[in-house]
């Protein structure tokens, strides 16, 4: 199905995929920005790039071009976004750190287990054979590279607002950053459980260190994540609109990841139905 690269050939190729994408999306909002509101243009700029991600995964028939892209986006956007405005304000630089060691946590897991572009994740294969071509080829567009794109814009969209609130942080402030910096140290505790977890036990389903407290505790990270970086917006904004951002992403997590990876397990794994049962889903 894949085209057969070594791995380091397979990475050399994302990455170049991805600075063309990178270079697209700079050309779009730098001649966008001044035709309409500039988060607007900075939206179409990540579209564009996602829109080029999305035809390198159609070149190379492997949907998996795109993982990184849900890592890698964030910190990159946010750090364009502080040199475009000329904004450092300590809360800015609070997000900039906590969004920076997500990415590069979460970026550096993807590379430990990209197995390179003769691999195309499970989930992706799975829509790739019970849907007719052209089913597979609009879920593809939308729902596997578009959808996340803008899922992960919108929660950026708190992030955004601190750009707009002077130089003053408070202890909630604080908080959030804490809370962010702390999600995605449980994601890489987490990771590196199971990965440890998976080269002793292989074929069996990680139950110690996090896993035996939840199910899914790198997702209870991811989740969290977002959560660390709407209490920085609301410390200082106050409670509005924005909450929608963080529950979308629970709830991407809570309805369709979550089932979709124990369905998974629980047809694969042995013993997993009885350790679902005793075993919380997040916390």
């Given at each position: 199905?894949?085209?057969?690269?070594?791995?380091?050939?397979?990475?050399?190729?994302?990455?170049v995929?991805?600075?063309?994408?990178?270079?697209?999306?700079?050309?779009?909002?730098?001649?966008?920005?001044?035709?309409?509101?500039e988060?607007?243009?900075?939206?179409?700029?990540?579209?564009?790039?996602?829109?080029?991600?999305?035809?390198?995964?159609l070149?190379?028939?492997?949907?998996?071009?795109?993982?990184?892209?849900?890592s890698?986006?964030p910190?990159?956007?946010?750090?364009?976004?502080?040199?475009?405005?000329?904004?450092?304000?300590?809360?800015?630089?609070?997000?900039?750190?906590?969004?920076?060691?997500?990415?590069?946590?979460l970026?550096?897991?993807?590379?430990?287990?990209f197995?390179?572009?003769?691999?195309?994740?499970?989930?992706?294969?799975?829509?790739?054979?019970?849907?007719?071509?052209?089913?597979?080829?609009?879920?593809?567009?939308?729902?596997?590279?578009?959808?996340p794109t803008?899922?992960v814009?919108?929660?950026?969209?708190?992030?955004?607002?601190?750009?707009?609130?002077?130089?003053?942080a408070?202890?909630?402030?604080?908080?959030?950053?804490?809370?962010?910096?702390a999600?995605?140290?449980?994601?890489?505790?987490?990771?590196?459980?199971i990965?440890?977890?998976r080269?002793a036990?292989?074929?069996?389903?990680?139950n110690v260190?996090?896993?035996?407290?939840?199910?899914h505790p790198?997702?209870?990270?991811?989740?969290?994540?977002?959560?660390?970086?709407?209490?920085?917006?609301?410390?200082?904004?106050?409670?509005?609109?924005?909450?929608?951002?963080?529950?979308?992403?629970?709830?991407?997590?809570?309805f369709?990841?979550?089932?979709?990876?124990?369905?998974?397990?629980?047809?694969?794994k042995?013993?997993?139905?009885a350790?679902?049962?005793q075993?919380?889903?997040?916390?």
């Open positions: 199905m894949s085209h057969s690269y070594s791995r380091p050939a397979s990475v050399a190729i994302i990455t995929v991805y600075v063309i994408a990178a270079v697209a999306g700079f050309l779009c909002f730098r001649n966008t920005s001044a035709q309409m509101p988060l607007w243009a900075l939206l179409l700029a990540d579209v564009l790039a996602t829109v080029i991600v999305w035809f390198f995964g070149v190379y028939r492997n949907v998996s071009v795109y993982d990184p892209y849900w890698v986006a910190p990159v956007l946010f750090t364009a976004w502080a040199f475009y405005k000329g904004c450092f304000a300590l809360p800015v630089v609070l997000l900039l750190i906590a969004v920076w060691y997500w990415g590069i946590r970026t550096g897991n993807w590379l430990y287990t197995q390179g572009l003769a691999h195309e994740d499970w989930r992706y294969t799975r829509y790739r054979d019970s849907q007719p071509p052209f089913l597979f080829h609009l879920t593809n567009f939308f729902g596997l590279n578009m959808m803008l899922l814009f919108a929660c950026m969209l708190p992030g955004f607002g601190l750009f707009e609130t002077g130089t003053a408070n202890w909630i402030t604080w908080l959030g950053f804490v809370i962010c910096l999600s995605a140290t449980i994601q890489l505790v987490a990771d590196t459980q990965h440890r977890f080269i036990h292989p074929g069996q389903f990680c260190g996090l896993w035996k407290k939840g199910r790198n997702y209870f990270g991811e989740v969290q994540m977002w959560w660390g970086v709407w209490i920085m917006y609301a410390s200082l904004h106050g409670i509005d609109w924005h909450i929608l951002a963080p529950v979308a992403m629970t709830a991407l997590f809570l369709i990841s979550i089932p979709m990876m124990e369905r998974r397990q629980l047809a694969r042995p013993g997993y139905a350790y679902r049962k075993t919380r889903m997040l916390i």
